[in-house]
Nanobody
Framework: QMQLEESGGGSVQAGGSLSLSCAAS??????????MAWFRQVPGKEREGVAS??????YYADSVKGRFTISRDNAKKSMDLQMNSLKPEDTGTYYC???????????????????WGQGMQVTVSS
C-alpha cells in the first residue's frame, strides 16, 4: 500500500517552466523499494508515461527528453518533475505513480503501476 499526493502545477505560457512534486504519506514498504513515475492524460486519450526513476536510473518519454527532469529524495519520500521549455502539447492532468516491480520502471506503461495520486492540472498556453 502507498498513498501519493501531487502538488505544484498550474498554468504557464509556452516556453515557461513548472515544477511538480509528489509526496508519499504512507507505504508498507520502504520508499526506495518503489519505482516512481509521472504520467499525464488529456481527455479522450490514454494515460501517457512521462518519466520514471528507479535506483539511480531515469527514463523519459521521447516527447519530453531534454526538457523534463525527474528526481527523488528517498529520505523525504518525495519525487519532483522539473518541466522546462513547456509546449501547449504538454497540457494535461499529471499523475504520480509507483510500482514495487522494478522491471516495469522502464516501460512507462500505466497498467504496470499500482499506486496513483489524484492528479493535477497543467495548462500550457500558446
Amino acid at each position: 500500500q502507498m498513498q501519493l499526493e501531487e502538488s505544484g502545477g498550474g498554468s504557464v505560457q509556452a516556453g515557461g517552466s513548472l515544477s511538480l512534486s509528489c509526496a508519499a504519506s504512507y507505504s508498507t514498504a520502504p520508499y526506495d523499494a518503489y519505482c516512481m513515475a509521472w504520467f499525464r492524460q488529456v481527455p479522450g486519450k490514454e494515460r501517457e508515461g512521462v518519466a520514471s526513476i528507479g535506483r539511480g536510473t531515469t527514463y523519459y518519454a521521447d516527447s519530453v527528453k531534454g526538457r523534463f527532469t525527474i528526481s527523488r529524495d528517498n529520505a523525504k519520500k518525495s519525487m519532483d518533475l522539473q518541466m522546462n521549455s513547456l509546449k501547449p502539447e504538454d497540457t494535461g492532468t499529471y499523475y504520480c505513480a509507483a510500482t514495487p516491480n522494478w522491471r516495469f520502471c522502464s516501460t512507462l506503461q500505466a497498467g504496470s503501476f499500482n499506486y496513483w495520486g489524484q492528479g493535477m492540472q497543467v495548462t500550457v498556453s500558446s
